[in-house]
């Protein structure tokens, strides 16, 4: 056993989260710690949570952080980036927060360029509030608010959150990613850490999508959900980087 | 070093904003509606100038939240709106009441509800000084009624914010907002740099522990604890800062209650009265909260009408009748919509009701 691999980051409190099991929650806020910690910028540090299951986030996060009124993650965040441009601003965000309430503010934020990081983690539901239907919920997915599936011409159609954002100038890295098994969690770091990266380098406004179980309100095993990601939700949400034009990024990725 | 004394013919709008520039204020959001957009336009341009941040934002949502985040970080921030803007500012300012962080917000007010007009008035009372938001929390709110004290009472506003930390809110309308009078600069500008560091700001946890900056507060107990701190606060504010005008009082039987433009017309009209040897006089509130209920209350003493003259169809008579406590006669003039009645007007309102008591006291 490599005992220190698994050792927790100076950027994570030690306390016991609040995270149901088989939640993805808790690998997406390690991550993001490990790569704060790894990048040296844990000092310059200043996380905004959301309203939703990860509004808790401060207790976890041991780096500055503020709320954020239910969707208003990124224009706080621009109000402290704008103050503070040597910080490094990150929102965490779920999908009713980010891609209901908060969509008028990410898109904003991203047509600005605003140079702070998105973690933009999409359950398909509103987790904290009890499993009702997010703008990212699926067709034909059952909720507590679309109890016989949500229907297209009843409910509307899942929000792709990249895709939209992928037309705006300002939006310089968009990559969308799993936490679903060893590898995606893998891939999921090395996106926290370009998206982060981007804004070290003053390039511009930057989001990660996290595909991410939600067993208790999908109803399912962990390892039925995150089946249930590769084989369903992976399909209406492709994974992939969705756009990076960071001056020297290899090309404009489909 | 700028000047310590300059005085400039000045909109009110302008006024709003250079004291701001000279408050030190280094962040400044808003989202354009009349009749307010001389602030945001003349804050467009001094902030370039003076290389501070500014954003029109997509919002007034959007807008008082960035000021939230930059408040966190211990910048001085403002936003300015009207009326049907403020109602959408209104959860912005219950969270950062409730998260201690200070802000200056201006309200201009006009014509409602609803999109009303873009007239002056002052129907946003309520709204301004019972919270307006969600939640058991005030607001410091304060009522200039010249160009000269848009301009004081706003670097006082930035002061009580960082003093109190808590958001304070200068309640003007479109008339104050257009006028030009003259405005003596008579204190020193501060610049962004020179203001001290807050303990409490998020600015990275380098070489401290983290902080972090909240209203949620999910064990009734510790909520009910962070309540009671907010109310102690808000009592130490109503002991403290409080302001209000007299004019004529000495030997009056009768007095009108106005603030703002209400109170400019107020006073050309309680003139009229001292011409026509009425004993008249006027109380004019700044600060509408914390309310002048002393200043009413001892006024009762001797005064025995209080003519409440509101550009609302009363909302500050309610404070002015809580703090008379009965004891004298309380009416309304009001002129709500937008209608900015002429001092004559409110003097024949008020002859009617200083006959009536000549002929009662007989």
Not at chain 1, 97 to 126: C, K, P, S, W
Not at chain 2, 17 to 26: M, T
Not at chain 2, 254 to 277: D, F, L, P, S, W
Request: proline residues 5%; positive net charge; aromatic residues 8%.
């Amino acid at each position: 056993m490599e005992k220190r691999r698994a050792a927790r980051p100076a950027t994570m409190k030690n306390a016991v989260t609040h995270y149901c099991p088989g939640c993805g929650h808790s690998v997406i806020h390690r991550l993001t710690a490990e790569v704060i910690q790894e990048l040296g910028i844990a000092g310059k540090t200043i996380g905004v949570p959301p309203a939703g299951c990860a509004v808790l986030a401060y207790f976890y996060f041991d780096v500055d952080m503020t709320e954020a009124p239910h969707g208003r993650g990124c224009a706080v965040a621009t109000g402290i980036k704008r103050a503070l441009p040597e910080s490094i601003v990150f929102t965490y965000q779920g999908d009713g927060d980010l891609a209901a309430i908060g969509t008028a503010e990410v898109i904003h934020a991203a047509n600005r360029g605003e140079n702070i990081t998105v973690i933009f983690v999409n359950n398909a539901v509103y987790g904290m509030t009890g499993g009702q239907m997010a703008p990212t919920t699926l067709l034909g997915m059952k909720t507590t608010t679309s109890p016989a599936g949500r229907d297209a011409g009843r409910e509307g159609n899942p929000i792709r959150v990249c895709e939209l954002l992928s037309s705006l100038d300002g939006a310089v890295y968009l990559e969308r990613t799993a936490v679903n098994s060893v590898r995606s969690i893998r891939r999921t770091k090395k996106a926290i850490r370009e998206a982060f990266q981007t804004q070290i380098d003053g390039k511009g406004f930057s989001l990660v999508e996290i595909l991410s179980p939600c067993p208790t309100n999908w109803k399912l095993s962990s390892a039925a959900s995150w089946k249930w990601i590769d084989e369903v939700m992976s399909k209406q949400y492709p994974i992939g980087i969705i756009k990076d034009i960071r001056e020297g990024a290899a090309k404009d990725a489909e | 070093m700028s000047k310590i004394e300059e005085k400039k013919l000045m909109r009110g709008a302008e006024a709003i904003g250079e004291a701001a520039i000279r408050s030190g204020c280094s962040c400044y959001f808003g989202y354009p509606i009349t009749p307010q957009n001389e602030i945001t336009e003349y804050m467009a341009r001094r902030m370039l100038q003076t290389g501070r941040v500014f954003i029109q934002s997509e919002s007034e949502l959007a807008a008082i939240n960035m000021v939230l985040g930059a408040a966190a970080t211990g910048a001085r921030a403002m936003t300015s709106s009207s009326s049907p803007g403020m109602s959408l500012k209104q959860e912005g300012i219950s969270f950062i009441a409730a998260m201690e962080l200070p802000s200056v917000i201006v309200n201009v007010m006009r014509g409602g509800p609803g999109l009303g007009n873009i007239a002056p008035a002052q129907s946003d009372y309520f709204q301004a000084t019972r919270g307006g938001g969600h939640g058991d929390y005030r607001t410091i709110v304060l009522a200039p009624a010249t160009v000269q004290e848009l301009y004081n009472l706003t670097r006082k506003a930035f002061d009580l914010a960082d003093e109190y930390r808590t958001p304070v809110m200068i309640l003007a309308d479109g008339m104050l907002g257009q006028m030009m009078e003259p405005v003596v600069f008579n204190d020193k500008a501060i610049e962004p740099g020179d203001l001290p560091e807050k303990p409490w700001a998020l600015r990275g946890a380098e070489g401290r522990p983290s902080r972090f900056i909240r209203s949620l507060i999910l064990d009734p107990n510790l909520e009910e604890e962070h309540n009671w701190r907010l109310y102690r606060k808000y009592q130490r504010i109503e002991r403290r800062e409080v302001q209000f005008e007299e004019f004529n009082m000495q030997g009056a039987e009768m007095a009108v209650v106005a603030y703002g433009t209400a109170a400019r017309i107020a006073k050309a009209a309680v003139k009229r009265c001292i011409e026509k040897n009425m004993r008249v006089g006027l109380i004019r509130p700044i600060s509408l909260w914390p309310f002048p209920a002393k200043a009413i209350l001892e006024s009762t003493n001797y005064i025995k009408h209080l003519l409440c003259f509101e550009m609302s169809m009363g909302q500050m008579i309610e404070d002015v009748k809580l703090s008379a406590e009965g004891k004298t006669e309380v009416s309304l003039y009001g002129r709500p919509g937008g209608v900015v009645p002429t001092p004559v007007e409110l003097f024949r309102v008020i002859s009617r009701a200083y006959n009536k008591l000549a002929r009662e006291t007989k």
